[in-house]
Structures are given as C-alpha cells and as structure tokens.
C-alpha cells in the first residue's frame, strides 16, 4: 500500500502569529472597508492588481489578495472579462527592463549574470500576481476558477492566450506530481466528497447514491483519487475500477445494480472503466498519466492475483468523424460499400434490430480500426482525445467492442463503440516512446486486421 508522509510546516511562534492577525485584521480595515458608499462601489480590479503589486508588507498583501479575489468572484462577467483583457495588455514583461537587459546580454553572451537578469526581466508580471494572490486563504482554488472563466473567453479573446500561458506554467509546478495525495474512495469516505464524486463523474453518469454505492461498496470495486495540500476535499482526478476475471466488452454488465460481485481474490483483471477531471480550470495539467500507474502499484501490492491491466473505453469522436466521411462527395477513409452500409445509421433505433445491428458489425469496426490507426488531426496525431491519452501513457490499442455502450450517449458520440487499451507493465516505456517519437500507435493483431482491404 502507498503511504504518504507529509512534511511538518515549521510553526510560526506564537508572539509572531498574533501580530500577524493583528495586522491583518488592521489591514482589513484600512483597505477593504473603508466606508459603506466605497463598499458599494465595485472595486477597480486592475487597480486592486497593481497595488497588490507594489506592496512589500505580508499582512497588507494579503489582505489586497483576499479583497481582488472576492472582488473578481463577485464581478459580473463583463467586468471579469475585462479584468482578464487587462492581465494580458498591461501586466506582462517591463518592456524597458527587457531591452536594457537584452542590451547588457548583446554585449557580453558569456556573462551569466546578464542572462539571468534577461530572464527574469522577461517574465510577466501576472505571474508575479498570481503568486502573491494564491497567499490569499484559499488562493489556489479562487485562481483555479479564474483559469475556467479565462478558458470560457478564449476562443473569442486569442489576446488571453498570453494569460493562459502563464497560469498553465504556473498550475504545473503548484500541481506537480510532489504535492499530489493518492487516497482510496469508498463508501466510508466524507459525504461532501462522495457528493462530488456524483456531480464531476464524465464518462458514466451516477443516477443516484444507490448507483455510487454500486460502484464504492463491493468486495470488486475500487475508486482512487488525487488531492492536493491547497484543495482538501476537492478531488482533482478520480479512476473508477472494476475488478473482474475476464476482459469486459460492454459497459453495462460493469455497472448493473443486480450483478453478483466476485471476491476480489478472483479476480485477474483490473479494468479502469471511468476517469474524469474535475477542475476545469487545470485543464492541460496532466495528472491521468501519474493516476493510473500509481493505482496499478497499489492494486498489484494489495491483490497480486491481478495480471491485467486494461481500460474499457468511450470514442468520444468517433460518430462526429464517421458523419463527415459520409458527408464528404469523395471521402478517403471509408469506401463506397461502407458508405452505402452506413445508411442504416440514420435510423436511430438501429441496434435495436438485431438484424440490422449484425449487418453494420463489419463495416463500423472497419471504419473504426481506420479512425483509430489511419485518420489524423492537423497535428498529426489520433483523432480521438482519450486515444491520444492512453497509447502516449504507453497503453496498447487492444479490442474494439461493437456496441459496448448502447446509452444514449453512447450511441450518440460512437454509436455504441468502446475500446479496450490494455497496459502491458513490459511495454510501457517502449510503446510510448515509439508514440511520443513517431506518432507509432501500438495495437493488436486483431484491431489491425480489421482494416478494410482497401485502406490496408
């Protein structure tokens, strides 16, 4: 079992904490309440940054910091968004501090402390504000949501990219791997976080605690989760697993309320079935990658029976893709049989016919083992999001299973397609190495032979 020592924070004595408190209290009151016409003024938020800036004292700063955070929670989404605009033209890089820097670099390369200067003259000066504001008691969190909003602008604000550059460089290192805390989910675990477990689960929605309990409480169930020392009880990652002898093709047998558990000393197989982020505001901070091969340590050191290591998987965009091959006069990665097979999609109760269903078997696994091994994106990469998650962790592209989601949403975004990404412990390093070098997807014989003969 995984174990965590956290490290003691130096106490700070006591003479010291109250004047702290005095200060801050005292602070409070000269800067954030000054009367009650200026408490119903909304604050300049841009003001309240640069002075949170120019202050040295630490109980002052962070009572600016507590005032800018709540002042930006409160703000309306005009003023946010403005705020945001803000960040990105008027609180970068000195551009006098950069060009003098630069000159003193021009003259002298070799003089390491002119290229020290360069570099930090160059770094924005949100970052230095994003610093000081995540002092404010509860800081990380206020400026994780301040990253969502920004993430809402973006498309429409491409000038906001230079702030989110810089929230991404900083997230990174705050939500490294060092702070993260693994802790196993269960039914005994506080109901605050269970109730979260609910709202952020993404790929199979919980109906109800019955159905959290299903998926918590049985001898072949487990669930694990990141936390961080600044977010206690907001899990920032979670993995749901099924523990099961064989390797599942379908979904709804794992999450049947009437199924019979197995003892976990049976089961060979540990299926990850469900991962969802949570912080919206952490998007492109990875922390998948580090869940699942630390939750692989803790289920081989807790039930060595287990062998198998697979995932059991939407295709978010498979059904997106497949309709704009259908749609292309002259597609290029399905052929005219397909295309005429393809028309019985249109029925929406198709896989309902089993008939029907038998018919569309070959050509849809066809069409994906293409979408999968063949079509790409603008990158270069896999078209599909989770598969690019998985073969760059080193997973392997193992099994299509045809209709093994028929919910609604799955049929919508895959019509009922899942995959199987298996986790060969001897493979790992070498598949993602391949993946991450030459864009080298790993999968089985059986998904390759799958390509149609006319897309080999």
């Given at each position: 079992?995984i174990?965590?020592?956290?490290t ?17 209290a ?70 006098e501090?950069?060009r ?6 021009e ?14 003259a ?19 969190a ?17 000038a ?23 802790r ?9 976080i ?5 709202r ?41 697993v ?7 093709d ?12 197995i003892?976990a000393?049976r ?5 990850f ?9 952490l ?10 091969k ?7 050191a ?5 062998r198998?290591f ?8 498979f059904?997106?893709?497949?309709a704009r ?16 097979a ?6 929406p109760d ?12 070959e ?53 009922g ?13 070498a ?14 014989d ?11």
């Amino acid at each position: 079992m995984i174990k965590t020592v956290e490290t003691p924070r130096p106490a700070r004595p006591a003479f010291l904490g109250e004047l702290f408190e005095v200060l801050t209290a005292r602070g409070r009151r000269l800067l954030g309440r000054r009367d009650a016409a200026a408490a119903a003024e909304a604050p300049d938020l841009c003001e309240l940054g640069e002075a949170l800036l120019s202050r040295r004292g630490e109980a002052s700063g962070v009572v600016l910091a507590e005032g800018l955070l709540a002042a930006f929670e409160h703000a309306d989404e005009a003023a946010r968004l403005t705020f945001l605009q803000n960040l990105a033209d008027h609180f970068g890089p000195g551009t006098e501090a950069v060009r003098s820097a630069l000159q003193a670099v021009e003259r002298d390369p070799d003089d390491v402390d002119a290229v020290e200067a360069l570099h930090a003259a160059a770094e924005p000066r949100r970052q230095e504000l994003f610093r000081r504001l995540n002092l404010a008691p509860g800081g990380t969190a206020a400026l994780v949501r301040m990253r969502e909003e920004l993430l809402r602008h973006l498309r429409h604000n491409p000038a906001l990219r230079r702030v989110d550059h810089d929230f991404a460089h900083l997230f990174s290192s705050w939500f490294n791997r060092g702070f993260l805390v693994l802790r196993h989910i269960d039914w005994n675990t506080p109901a605050g976080i269970l109730e979260k477990i609910i709202r952020y689960e993404a790929v199979h929605a919980i109906q109800n605690w019955d159905d959290l309990r299903n998926r918590l409480q049985p001898t072949d169930r487990r669930c694990y989760g990141f936390f961080h020392p600044q977010l206690v009880d907001e899990p920032l990652i979670f993995v749901e697993v099924a523990l099961t002898e064989d390797i599942p093709d379908n979904v709804a047998g794992l999450l049947d309320l009437d199924r019979q558990p197995i003892a976990a000393e049976r089961a060979r197989t540990a299926v990850f079935y469900s991962i969802s982020n949570t912080q919206r505001g952490l998007a492109g901070v990875s922390f998948g990658n580090f869940l699942i091969k630390q939750v692989v340590e803790e289920l081989k050191a807790e039930l060595p029976n287990i062998r198998t290591f697979v995932t059991l998987s939407p295709v978010p965009g498979f059904a997106a893709w497949l309709a704009r091959q259908r749609q292309d006069e002259s597609p290029d990665l399905i052929d005219a049989d397909q295309r005429l097979a393809f028309a019985l999609l249109d029925d929406p109760d198709w896989h309902k016919d089993s008939g029907r269903a038998e018919s569309l078997r070959e050509p849809l696994l066809a069409a994906a083992a293409t979408y999968f091994l063949r079509a790409r994106d603008q990158k270069g990469r896999p078209v599909d999001p989770v598969a690019r998650f998985h073969l760059g962790n080193g997973a392997r592209l193992e099994r299509l299973n045809f209709l093994g989601d028929v919910s609604a949403n799955g049929l919508k975004q895959s019509h009922g397609l899942m995959v199987n990404y298996l986790y060969d412990l001897g493979r790992i390093e070498a598949n993602h190495e391949a993946f991450a070098e030459r864009s080298a997807i790993a999968a089985s014989d059986s998904v390759r032979r799958m390509l149609p003969a006319s897309n080999p």
